[in-house]
């Protein structure tokens, strides 16, 4: 089984000012891209999990990320490290979703610790990517364990979730 994965962020904006003779006008164009091939290494991943996802009114779950997750074609994921991680809230949610590290064994080598989170409001969209040979390490048993919880109460939220690294 191979992997090959290319993620790319587009980003266009416009900021203008319409004057009295003429108009004034500043564009930008950003586009970063991470290609991994398939391995271990630098610029490489060997190891993809994806799923949509519900949790209900403030509910929180905790995705274990070495050996607690399958991938599409049923085998059993440990990933080393992360070279990616996509979260997309839906729009429809009302409340926001909260991604961190989990109170123990909480992988946080991405944010810092377990009470940094991120909340991403409905219709948003967090995206992390490194494509160098340590990325985002993690660590069985201590370090392991993505915590991703509904940041209200009263309705459910549901997400969509990318993960992409290596095995060693």
């Known amino acids: ?3 090959r994965t290319k993620l790319a962020v587009s980003l266009t904006a416009e900021l203008r000012n319409d004057l009295d003779l003429a108009a004034a006008s500043v564009p930008l164009s ?8 398939n391995g271990t290494a630098a610029g490489q991943a060997d190891r993809v999990f994806h799923d949509r996802r519900t949790l209900g009114a403030s509910a929180s779950e905790s995705l274990d990320l070495a050996g607690g997750l399958v991938d599409a074609l049923g085998a059993a994921l440990t990933f080393a490290r992360v070279k990616a991680l996509i979260v997309a809230a ?11 590290g989990a109170a123990a064994n909480g992988w946080t080598t991405w944010a810092g610790g377990a009470d ?3 909340s991403v409001r409905p219709g948003g969209l967090l995206v992390l990517a ?3 040979a340590t990325a985002y390490p ?3 048993g201590t370090g392991d364990l993505l915590s991703v919880a509904n940041g209200g109460a009263g309705t459910p939220v549901t997400y969509d979730i990318v993960i992409i690294g290596a095995s060693a």
Do not use: I, K, S
Request: zero cysteines.
């Open 1 to 3: 089984m191979t992997l």
């Open 130 to 132: 490194a494509g160098d």
């Open 116 to 118: 940094d989170v991120v």
């Open 138 to 140: 993690v660590t069985a």
């Open 90 to 100: 839906a729009a429809a949610n009302t409340n926001a979703v909260r991604v961190g």
């Open 30 to 37: 950003l586009l970063r891209r991470v290609d991994l091939a």
